[in-house]
């Protein structure tokens, strides 16, 4: 047997003033669209925008359903939307901000599984990372590198080839 360890970096910012003006930006419009999000269930309002290499920023937000899982989440909606719009535009970054209507989201909210998933299959299709920046509405604000730090041994199109 082997041991293998997977680690990656993580930057932690304090606040968003301390972020690259450029991510700065990106996290403000994820915060914005957050505030459109449609969670009557949940009550947990999420934002994300994506900044694409045209410098174009397309948000989304989480949209839920009575009929779970039928909703989709707000990174999803925010890269299927850009790519919809701006098809074979790359993908540079992509910020997550979340709030809830019950309580103070004092930490990051990372994406789900399957919102990992999806932004792998950008970030393998562009052969380039994508940044993920993640916050709450208080607290720490986490940057990771690529998805693909936060998605290790992610499924891909080489498995079905």
Known sequence: ??????????????????????DQVLMREAV????????????????AAVLLDNDEIVIGNNQENASYPSG??????????????????????????ATSKNFVVNKPAAPCGNC??????????????????????????LKSNSVADILPLAFNSTFLE
């Open 32 to 47: 914005k669209a957050r505030q459109n999000a449609y969670s009557p269930y949940s009550r947990f309002n999420v934002g």
């Open 72 to 97: 989709l989440c707000a990174e999803r909606v925010a890269i299927f939307y850009a790519s919809a719009k701006f098809p074979g535009v790359g993908v540079k970054a992509i910020a997550i901000s």
């Open 116 to 141: 990992r998933q999806s932004i792998s299959e950008y970030e393998i299709r562009q052969m380039r990372p994508i940044s993920i920046i993640m916050s709450g509405e208080t607290g720490e604000i």
């Open 1 to 22: 047997m082997k041991l293998r360890r997977v680690v990656f970096d993580l930057m932690v910012y304090e606040s968003v003033d301390e972020l690259e003006q450029e």
